[in-house]
């Protein structure tokens, strides 16, 4: 059984790239050093057995022709949140989610109540209050494995199929304004979109651990694994297009892009101090680069507690909730009355 090198080589090393976000599942808190190092050892060990499964996907998925991309649309309409509040009786969600994930799996966790077959789910926290629609990007599947080949991270691609999708939503609906949701990939689209495709359409952005560029979680990740000295900066950005074949590290980034940003459009950018994948001072940059340049209605909300993309399921899931409705309620957006109230102390 023959493999090519380069896609067991960049398989191997996207288990390494993933290492953080494997010991982020496992919690490392106030454990004595053994247990820590157990945790360790179980993370790397599910790291290793991930990327031997990679490539045993890839032969089989090659040699049988297996599927490995399911588009899914869906509307999330009848299970939307129910507010109190809503002052605009036009406006509806379109949900842009991140790598590794699909557009139905993830906004789920981001509204008040949603029904899967005969049984409806209750969230503890939400912040969607309205209409939804998601979406898949070209990279998505049904599986935690991604079809690498497709996978663009934020650059021209996931924006020509974002605008595609905003431009089919608008069409669709009754609603014709939209708040656009991203979470990390999702996020950083969502920015490079607004900057690139200024459609009036889009009332406000919300987006959930956004990226500067890709170079500054590279980086963060090879500072982590205490690779700096053996591994340059070019050889993880060199890797990263090994692994996700439509990435080009010479390709877009939001902090080149967000300047151009419709300056009134309300953008709140959420992270956490707990991320170990996108790291908050690379949103935080993002902000600082949108006030330099005019806009007066971004936001900025740090919890202190979050991993990534589960922020709102997390311990600062309340100050999100509060924080993302006084958002809301600031611009005219659906929210609820009493959590926008609590929230105004976070977004001021």
Not at 325 to 348: I, Q, R, S, V, W
């Amino acid at each position: 059984m023959k493999f090519k090198r380069k896609s067991i080589l960049s398989l191997a090393l996207a288990g390494v790239l993933l290492v953080p976000a494997s010991t982020q599942f496992y919690g490392f808190s106030s454990e004595s050093y053994v247990q820590r190092g157990q945790r360790f050892a179980s993370a790397v060990a599910l790291t290793g057995i991930a990327a031997l499964g990679g490539i045993l996907w890839w032969y089989l998925a090659k040699k049988k022709d297996i599927p490995i991309n399911q588009e899914l649309n869906g509307n999330l309409n009848d299970s939307a949140a129910q507010v109190k509040v809503r002052t605009r009786d036009k406006i509806q969600y379109l949900f842009s989610h991140g790598l590794f994930n699909t557009g139905e799996k993830q906004v789920h966790k981001y509204l008040k109540t949603y029904t899967i077959g005969d049984k409806t789910h209750n969230n503890k926290q939400y912040i969607i209050g309205g209409p939804v629609n998601f979406f898949d990007y070209p990279d998505a599947a049904m599986t935690c494995i991604i079809n690498r080949k497709r996978a663009n991270i934020a650059q021209d691609n996931d924006v020509a199929h974002l605008k595609l999708e905003v431009e089919k939503t608008i069409q669709n609906s009754q609603e014709k304004e939209l708040v656009l949701f991203g979470v990390s990939r999702g996020a950083s689209t969502a920015l490079n979109f607004v900057a690139l495709h200024d459609n009036p359409n889009v009332k406000a952005l919300i987006v959930e651990s956004p990226f500067d560029s890709m170079a500054t979680v590279v980086d963060y990740i090879r500072k982590q694994l205490h690779l700096e000295k053996i591994l340059s900066h070019d050889s993880g950005q060199c890797i990263l297009e090994t692994i996700f074949r439509q990435y080009k590290k010479d390709g877009m980034c939001p902090i080149d892009l967000v300047s151009d940003i419709r300056k009134e459009l309300p953008i709140l950018i959420v992270c956490s101090k707990e991320d170990l994948q996108v790291p908050w001072h690379s949103s935080e940059k993002l902000y600082q680069k949108l006030k330099k340049s005019g806009h007066d209605n971004v936001h900025l909300l740090v919890v202190p507690k979050g991993m990534h993309a589960h922020i709102i399921t997390g311990k600062s899931g309340d100050v999100y909730q509060a924080g993302a409705h006084a958002f809301c309620a600031k611009y005219g957006l659906p929210h609820d009355t009493a959590l926008a109230l609590e929230g105004e102390k976070y977004l001021n």
